[in-house]
């Protein structure tokens, strides 16, 4: 890749390059989280539908994938997965460890409205560092927002290696850190049987949560 400026879109079912942008999207999300954590049919859930339909789309919940391509290559750099969360589904996207947050009145808060949620995230290795997943969050919150969140949520990687990536970025964004939750994905990667890239084997790291 050239690591040269980047453009932000929707990974969209209905672009003339959809396959290949999904196809790319997949590698990048696998090389970064580990293969088999969002899955094709995972990811095809928050590709925007192929036809636009007559109505607004209703889909419940609101989910998307934002991704950055290389203005160069045309290859996608960077995606972003978000989704508008609504209460039963809050509690499961904290995977069992929900009891650790729920007294804290920011979680309740977030709870009562629809929350959105900065899902899971990827810049390839040579484009780090220049603002490149700060442009993308900023871009999903926006669009969360017009999908009715009221404030915002995500479950921060603390790899077992590297740290936290993303924290720097979430606060440089104004969220702030509620609290570390250890081994937060150990059950699901053993459940689901996907490996971590920092572990090696089923995931041993910690998350941040962190909310705006
Ligand atoms: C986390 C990740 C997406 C960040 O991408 P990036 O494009 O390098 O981040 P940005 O360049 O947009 O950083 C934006 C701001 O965050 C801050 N920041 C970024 N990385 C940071 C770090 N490691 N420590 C502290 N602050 C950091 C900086 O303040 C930066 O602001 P600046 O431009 O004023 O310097 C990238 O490192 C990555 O893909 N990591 C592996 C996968 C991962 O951990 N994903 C998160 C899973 S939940």
Same mark, same amino acid.
Request: glycine share 10%; proline share 5%.
């Given at each position: 890749?050239?690591?040269?400026?980047?453009?932000?879109?929707?990974?969209?079912?209905?672009?003339?390059?959809?396959?290949?942008?999904?196809?790319?999207?997949?590698?990048?999300?696998?090389?970064?989280?580990? /293969?088999?954590?969002?899955?094709?049919?995972?990811?095809?859930?928050?590709?925007?539908?192929?036809?636009?339909?007559?109505?607004?789309?209703?889909?419940?919940?609101?989910?998307?994938?934002?991704?950055?391509?290389?203005?160069?290559?045309?290859?996608?750099?960077?995606?972003?997965?978000?989704?508008?969360?609504?209460?039963?589904?809050?509690?499961?996207?904290?995977?069992?460890?929900?009891?650790?947050?729920?007294?804290?009145? /920011?979680?309740?808060?977030?709870?009562?409205?629809?929350?959105?949620?900065?899902?899971?995230?990827?810049?390839?290795?040579?484009?780090?560092?220049?603002?490149?997943?700060? *442009?993308?969050?900023? /871009?999903?919150?926006?669009?969360?927002?017009?999908?009715?969140?009221?404030?915002?949520?995500?479950? /921060?990687?603390?790899?077992?290696?590297?740290?936290?990536?993303?924290?720097?970025?979430?606060?440089?964004?104004?969220?702030?850190?509620?609290?570390?939750?250890?081994?937060?994905?150990?059950?699901? *990667?053993?459940?689901?049987?996907?490996?971590?890239?920092?572990?090696?084997?089923?995931?041993?790291?910690?998350?941040?949560?962190?909310?705006?």
């Amino acid at each position: 890749m050239s690591s040269g400026p980047t453009t932000i879109s929707v990974l969209d079912g209905a672009a003339a390059a959809s396959e290949l942008r999904i196809a790319q999207t997949l590698a990048l999300l696998h090389d970064g989280l580990g /293969a088999g954590y969002i899955t094709r049919e995972a990811l095809l859930r928050f590709v925007a539908p192929a036809v636009t339909p007559s109505a607004p789309d209703e889909r419940e919940p609101f989910q998307r994938a934002l991704v950055a391509t290389d203005d160069a290559t045309d290859e996608v750099v960077a995606a972003l997965l978000v989704e508008v969360v609504a209460a039963g589904a809050f509690r499961a996207s904290f995977l069992g460890s929900y009891a650790l947050i729920r007294a804290d009145p /920011a979680i309740q808060r977030l709870e009562r409205a629809p929350a959105g949620f900065i899902k899971s995230i990827v810049v390839a290795p040579a484009g780090r560092g220049r603002g490149v997943a700060r *442009s993308l969050i900023a /871009a999903g919150m926006q669009a969360l927002a017009d999908h009715g969140a009221q404030g915002y949520y995500s479950l /921060a990687w603390v790899n077992q290696r590297a740290g936290c990536q993303l924290c720097g970025v979430l606060a440089a964004l104004g969220f702030r850190s509620a609290r570390r939750i250890e081994r937060f994905w150990y059950q699901d *990667s053993v459940g689901r049987g996907y490996q971590c890239p920092a572990c090696a084997g089923p995931c041993e790291c910690a998350v941040e949560v962190m909310l705006r």
